[in-house]
Structures are given as structure tokens and as C-alpha cells.
């Protein structure tokens, strides 16, 4: 499947400014500490996408935002950045939509995806190396059902293949939760503890039996279509190996799927840990509940960019937030936003400013330090707010917000 188009983004030493030293710390949800990646010359991370039975809300652009920043930091520290991140075209809301609308699944699919697309190229967004369906990745997720069923890491109920948490002496370790509330979680969020036959309620579903009136692809379990978690292993595994730097999406995937996720990994393949760090958004809500599809408390990218929003009005309203905390949306934020951006504007369009390494550097820091996005911005707002005699600087400063925080003045 293709990605979307890579907009270019400048090289800070180009415009005469110094290297980036301080390397990039991210807070571990497994370990609950902030730390710093030590990637090698290239850094690797996957970024869980959408189920594409809608596209883009602000949820998901918060999320999607907060790993190119992640991304920016990198290449500006000289890393090649090998980033991967898949799209669930085929799984049960999905086909729900589909079978109430009455239209193809994937057309549905198709269109979404590239709704999505469209967004995050106005976003600015930098894409995936590898943007991968999980329709076109069932064979990985078939060899990796295998690979699971060959260490006794399988087992049927009615026809569905299910894997057992206690394959994984180290389940629990991405999460961290307690076990009364995973299986609250599991309930909420896809998955099935209450079914009978079961060798544990938390146990994940990695194949399932093909249904009636349901699509199906064919396997060594029978005809029948992947489960979610084992999804996002398979295409990691395959793309960016084990050990891999980063693993990220939002806070509501730490469990069950992130800490799913890293078990059929670890298991697979023998080898841990699956991802180095997993990297958490926190939610965006919207009248005092997590904006979210199945709630239907939503605001999208694309209907906002349709009413003449600028882009990068929107980006800045979310880069406003640090990118771990749960925060509200408003009306108000999206036009602060606005006024922000043409503060800014205004400011590079001056004939001189303040010098701007010192801005460089501050920026810099304040992301490497777990993407202090707000503190950023301050930064650049200060900058904005003063005179100087730097005549270069005005250009400087563009450079600045575009290449480290997406944002094209």
C-alpha cells in the first residue's frame, strides 16, 4: 500500500545554524521513565495507524503529530529514521460500518485511507518508509501464527485460533497493569474475556474462523481472517526486526494491544524485547468524554481543512499540548492557534530579528526533553515578540519551525 508524499524539510546546518547534541528522550510506558533513545545511525519505530471506517479526527492527528516530532528530532540529530506504520483495512468495526451503510468494505477501506492520506500531507506529516495494510501483510501474519503454533503457543476454540498469555513469562511488562484491570480493558477495547472454552480470559484472538457473509482469506488454520493484535507483530518483525527503538500510538493501546503485541513477538521469535520503548499519546476530548469513533464525538482533519482552516493552524492547537497529557478540544484552542501562527508569519517576514541559534537551541532542547512541544513554541513566540538587527534570522527562524516542528511560515 503507498504512503503519502514527503514534503521537504530543511537541514538547519544548511542555513547556517550548529548540530543538534542533546539526544532525544521519550517516557517508557513500561518502564514508567523518561530516558534516551540510543539509536544507531538509523532509528527505528512503528507507529499503529487507523481502522479506516473513518479518517482522520484530532485524536488521531495528536498521535500522528506527536511521532514526527519524534521523527524530526532524529533526522535532525543525523539519524536515518526507518518508520513503519500499518493500516487495519479489514476487522470487525470496519465490517460493521460497511454492513450498516451498505456499501463494500473495501471501497469503504480505500476511500477512508485516502482521506487520511490527504490529511496528513496537509498536516505535514513525514511518512512511513513502509505504510502496510493488514490485508496485504496476511501472509506475515500467517508465518507468524505458524511460528507461535510451533513453539505450543496456540490453541483452538470452535475453529478460532487463540494465543495463551502464559507463553510469555514477561506479559504484563509493557503495561503494567494489574490484572482486574486488563480484563476490564480487554472487555472495552476489542476483546473477548468472557468467552467460554478459553484457557484464560486475557488469551488473544490471532485467527479467526471465516463468518458468514464475512470476508476470508485462506491458511494452514482454515479459512478465516487475522486478529488485531498479531497485525502490528507481523508487520514490525518483518520491517524493522526486533529490539527496534520505538513503538508508539496512543495511550489506549498500552493494553491490550501494544502489550499483546510485544508477547506474539517475543514468543514468535524467541528473541526480547520486541521494542526498546513504547511511546504513548495521551487522548483528546471533546464536551467531557476521549474523542473517539465509537462514541461518535468527533472533529476531523479533513471537514476542518474543507471550512478554510489553514493546516498549520491546526498542527500548532495540538503541538499547544504536551503530547502525553489527556486534554479538551475547543473552538478557542483552534483560534489562539491561528493568532499564533500569524504572530510568526509576521515575524519572519520582518526585513531582520533576533539572532536565532539561540533559538535553535532552545527549541532543540526542549523537545529532546520527551517532546516539550508547549515549551517550544513559547520559545518561538518569545522570539517573535522581540526586535533585533540579525538579518539573516527571519530565515533562520522559518527553517527552525518547519524542519523541528513541522510548521511552514
Known amino acids: 500500500m503507498r504512503s503519502w508524499p514527503a514534503p521537504e524539510v530543511p537541514r538547519l546546518s544548511d542555513a547556517g545554524l550548529p548540530a543538534a547534541a542533546r539526544p532525544l528522550s521519550l517516557h517508557d510506558t513500561g518502564t514508567g521513565e523518561t530516558r534516551p533513545t540510543t539509536p544507531g545511525e538509523t532509528a527505528r519505530m512503528y507507529v499503529c495507524g487507523i481502522t479506516p471506517y473513518d479518517a482522520t479526527h484530532l485524536g488521531h492527528a495528536n498521535t500522528y503529530l506527536a511521532f514526527d516530532l519524534v521523527n524530526r528530532v532524529w533526522q535532525d540529530l ?3 529514521v526507518h518508520y513503519v506504520q500499518n493500516a487495519t483495512d479489514v476487522d470487525d468495526p470496519l465490517l460493521e460500518r460497511a454492513q450498516q451503510t451498505g456499501e463494500d468494505w473495501r471501497e469503504l477501506a480505500d476511500r477512508e485511507i485516502q482521506l487520511f492520506r490527504d490529511d496528513m500531507t496537509a498536516l505535514r506529516v513525514l511518512p512511513p518508509d513502509q505504510y502496510i495494510g493488514a490485508v496485504e501483510a496476511i501472509p506475515l501474519i500467517v508465518e507468524m501464527i505458524e511460528k507461535l503454533r510451533g513453539r505450543d503457543a496456540t490453541y483452538e476454540v470452535s475453529g478460532d485460533v487463540y494465543f495463551p498469555i502464559a507463553a510469555d513469562p514477561a506479559f504484563g511488562q509493557v503495561s503494567g497493569l494489574p490484572r482486574d484491570e486488563m480484563t476490564a480493558l480487554s472487555a472495552e477495547r476489542g476483546g473477548d474475556p468472557g468467552r467460554p472454552g478459553k484457557r484464560d480470559p486475557l488469551d488473544a484472538l490471532l485467527w479467526m474462523a471465516k463468518r458468514p457473509g464475512e470476508p476470508g ?9 487475522p486478529g488485531w493484535h498479531v497485525e502490528c507483530s507481523a508487520i514490525s518483525v518483518e520491517y524493522l526486526g526486533m529490539a527496534f527503538d520505538v513503538e508508539g500510538g496512543g495511550s489506549d493501546l498500552a493494553f491490550p494491544h501494544h502489550e499483546m503485541g510485544a508477547s506474539h513477538a517475543q514468543v514468535a521469535t524467541g528473541e ?14 471533546l464536551d467531557g468524554e476521549k474523542m473517539s469513533k ?3 464525538n468527533l472533529v476531523f482533519v479533513s471537514k476542518l481543512r474543507q471550512s478554510g482552516t489553514d493546516p498549520m493552524a491546526i498542527r500548532l492547537a495540538l503541538l499547544a499540548h504536551h503530547y502525553r497529557a489527556d486534554w479538551e478540544w475547543t473552538p478557542a484552542a483552534l483560534d489562539e492557534a491561528a493568532a499564533r501562527l500569524g504572530r510568526w508569519r509576521a515575524a519572519v517576514a520582518r526585513p531582520s530579528g533576533p539572532p536565532a541559534a539561540p533559538l535553535a537551541a532552545a527549541v532543540r532542547d526542549h523537545l529532546a526533553g520527551d517532546l516539550d512541544a508547549p515549551a517550544a513554541l513559547a520559545a518561538v513566540d518569545a522570539w517573535a515578540a522581540a526586535g533585533g538587527a540579525d538579518e539573516a534570522a527571519p530565515a533562520q527562524a522559518r527553517a527552525i519551525a518547519d524542519a523541528l516542528l513541522g510548521v511552514t511560515l
Open 294 to 296: 465509537s462514541r461518535g
Open 78 to 80: 543525523g539519524h536515518r
Open 217 to 225: 482469506w485462506e491458511s494452514p488454520f482454515g479459512e478465516g481472517r
Open 272 to 285: 526480547r524485547p520486541h521494542a526498546r520503548a513504547y511511546v504513548h499519546a495521551g487522548m483528546v476530548g
